[in-house]
């Protein structure tokens, strides 16, 4: 089957613009060309759509997205992540729905307000299950009394120091001539390699190298975290540059 430029716009919730747009920079092409001009697409390029548009929604630039498909032919394997990660946001907004929900009834009706359910979807234990599939239960458990037993100005200190390191890491990887060997990126490599290590309960405690170079690759392929570095050019930077390090050690 196939389907004009005009029936994906609407179905898809974009424009005919946008479509051929995507088609100039090799993200979507359509399947054909009619004689008359006008564009058709398939069901591959349908699903190749579907995947820009779930990109474009965890807050990647167009750059970044092309970089990661032309990367990823396994279209089913990458759907599989894209839907794993979905479901995990959908499940935390359904936590902050019934928050918001028990604090709208609370106040209405007069109750008293219980903090654990007013902020329920709001903190860090989100990534809990995936933590316990890729490091174990034990690894999670003594993270999570760590971050407990922090007052809020050590929290405060500790997220000061990460949007520091991101930070630096960003401009590192935007100078000219930047390259993941550079004195710049060695030493930016050792900081975040020590404040990966000041966690309790990483799986760094017992194997450093194949802990950092896990999550080293993680960076490079996960939107996640690419968010964090200013994208996927920078995520591969600080990638590239953990390696080096590790490999210089």
Do not use: C
Not at 20 to 30: D, F, S
Not at 66 to 92: I, N, P
Not at 116 to 137: C, L, S
Request: proline share 3%; glycine share 8%.
């Amino acid at each position: 089957m196939e389907w004009s430029i005009q029936q994906i716009a609407r179905i898809a919730g974009t424009t005919s613009r946008t479509l051929r747009h995507y088609a100039e920079l090799g993200l979507v092409q359509p399947s054909r060309i009619g004689s008359n001009g006008y564009r058709y697409y398939d069901q591959a390029s349908l699903v190749r759509l579907q995947r820009v548009l779930l990109l474009r929604e965890l807050g990647l630039g167009l750059q970044q997205i092309f970089e990661l498909l032309d990367r990823q032919d396994d279209e089913a394997a990458a759907l599989s992540t894209h839907l794993t990660l979905l479901r995990r946001e959908q499940e935390r907004l359904g936590r902050k729905i019934k928050a918001v929900e028990h604090t709208m009834e609370s106040l209405k009706g007069g109750y008293g307000l219980m903090p654990e359910e007013m902020f329920a979807g709001f903190d860090h234990t989100r990534y809990r299950e995936e933590v316990e599939q890729r490091w174990g239960k034990d690894a999670y458990a003594r993270s999570d009394a760590w971050w407990r037993n922090m007052g809020d100005p050590e929290r405060k200190e500790w997220k000061a120091r990460l949007e520091d390191l991101n930070r630096d890491w960003i401009t590192a990887a935007r100078a000219e001539a930047a390259s993941p060997d550079s004195d710049a990126a060695q030493e930016l490599a050792g900081r975040h390699v020590a404040w990966l290590l000041s966690m309790p309960g990483t799986p760094g405690e017992a194997d450093t190298a194949g802990y950092i170079r896990g999550l080293a690759d993680m960076y490079a392929t996960d939107p996640r975290f690419a968010a964090n570095y200013g994208g996927l050019e920078g995520a591969v930077f600080v990638r590239d540059a953990l390696l080096t390090y590790l490999d210089q050690q």
